[in-house]
Each structure stands twice: as C-alpha cells, then as structure tokens.
T-cell receptor, first 110, second 113 residues
Framework: DAKTTQPPSMDCAEGRAANLPCNHSTISGNEYVYWYRQIHSQGPQYIIH???NNETNEMASLIITEDRKSSTLILPHATLRDTAVYYCIVPMDSSYKLIFGSGTRLLVRP | EAQVTQNPRYLITVTGKKLTVTCSQNMNHEYMSWYRQDPGLGLRQIYYSMNVEVTDKGDVPEGYKVSRKEKRNFPLILESPSPNQTSLYFCASSHQGPRGEQYFGPGTRLTVT
C-alpha cells in the first residue's frame, strides 16, 4: 500500500479550525486519498476523499498539494465531538483493501 | 436508515467453542469486509468479499472463515477461537469496493478465555 505518515497527536481549541496533515509521497497518479475518523471505539466513519482537486463537504475540506504528495484535512470549526482518531488512507492501485495506519489522535479542547 | 448491523455486540467465550458473528447491511452493497482492531496495531483487514460467493483473504485471515451466500450478509466464523482472537471486530460495506465510502458497523467486542 502507498504509505501515509501522520502526526500521532494534535490538539486545537473548540471553535477553531483543525488542520490535520498527511504525507503520501509514494502515491500513484490515479489513487485517491481517503479520510476516516474513529470516535472512541465506534466504527470508523467516512469523512471525505479526493484525487487532485480540493474537496469540500458538510463535514470537512480536503486540500491536496499540486504534486499530490501530501494533503490536509480541515475541520473548519472544531467541536468537542470532533475529538477522535483521524486516518489518512491511500490504497494501492490493484488492492481491494484499505489499510488503516495509526492515524492522528485529535483532541479538541474546550 | 442505511446501516450495517453486527451481532452480538459483546461476547465472552471459551477457547475452542465455535462462534459466529453476524453482519448485515441494508444498502445493497456488493463489497463487504471484516476488520479487527487491537491496541497498538490499528485496524487490520481479515477477509473481504467483492460480491456474492466471492471472498478473499485480507491481512490477518488465520483462524477465521467467512461466507457470502447473500448480498446483505457476511458472517465471520471462528471455528476454534483462541485467546489471541480477543479483539474488537468491525464489519463494513461499500457500493464501490474499498475505494467507495465504507460504512462500518458498531463493532463486536470478543473475549476468548
């Protein structure tokens, strides 16, 4: 699988933007970047995915650099309920699997 | 409501006693998958299924079996559970395989003594 590197932990203040980085320097040209999050021990939740253009949905924005070697997930106004582990995933071309790394543990402070 | 359900949610059993964890989805998804999650090891894929009667091994298939006789159900079978299979298990489904948005079930916490 294309490897991703994320910081193990981050924190931000409630109401502020949370910017979660991910490096994926070995990504191939037609692979998407996926973001999921897991709140405590619940099932992971899909957030967003993108290929090369920036993407936005009701949950977050995804900014992918022009060379596609890194991306940033942005939670524009973080709330306490956004405290979770965030996973950045890039599957291989031929893989039918998603490999979840260790992710970034985001703590939103009151 | 679109959802993935798992049963049981919690199970404590003894070594060697066969068990089945059921997984069902109501979204007519073709792709389904099982993961286990252990502290420090993250989520690891056990088996996946691209469609009915089509299953394949993930990263940690040893000690597990699956079947996909109907599109909505994907049970995980432990023929002879061992303590090292104590874990949190998640089932997931997707319309577009692993590259589509995957919907995860609530999890099954299994303890094998």
């Amino acid at each position: 699988d294309a490897k991703t590197t994320q910081p193990p932990s981050m924190d931000c203040a409630e109401g502020r933007a949370a910017n979660l980085p991910c490096n994926h320097s070995t990504i191939s040209g037609n692979e998407y970047v996926y973001w999921y999050r897991q709140i405590h021990s619940q099932g992971p939740q899909y957030i967003i995915h993108g290929l090369k253009n920036n993407e936005t949905n009701e949950m977050a924005s995804l900014i992918i650099t022009e060379d596609r070697k890194s991306s940033t997930l942005i939670l524009p106004h973080a709330t306490l309920r956004d405290t979770a582990v965030y996973y950045c995933i890039v599957p291989m071309d031929s893989s039918y699997k998603l490999i979840f790394g260790s992710g970034t543990r985001l703590l939103v402070r009151p | 409501e679109a959802q993935v359900t798992q049963n049981p949610r919690y199970l404590i059993t003894v070594t060697g006693k066969k068990l089945t964890v059921t997984c069902s989805q109501n979204m007519n998804h073709e792709y389904m998958s099982w993961y286990r999650q252990d502290p420090g090891l993250g989520l690891r894929q056990i088996y996946y299924s691209m469609n009915v009667e089509v299953t394949d091994k993930g990263d940690v298939p040893e000690g597990y079996k699956v079947s996909r006789k109907e599109k909505r159900n994907f049970p995980l079978i432990l023929e002879s559970p061992s303590p090292n299979q104590t874990s949190l298990y998640f089932c997931a489904s997707s319309h577009q395989g692993p590259r589509g948005e995957q919907y995860f079930g609530p999890g099954t916490r299994l303890t094998v003594t």
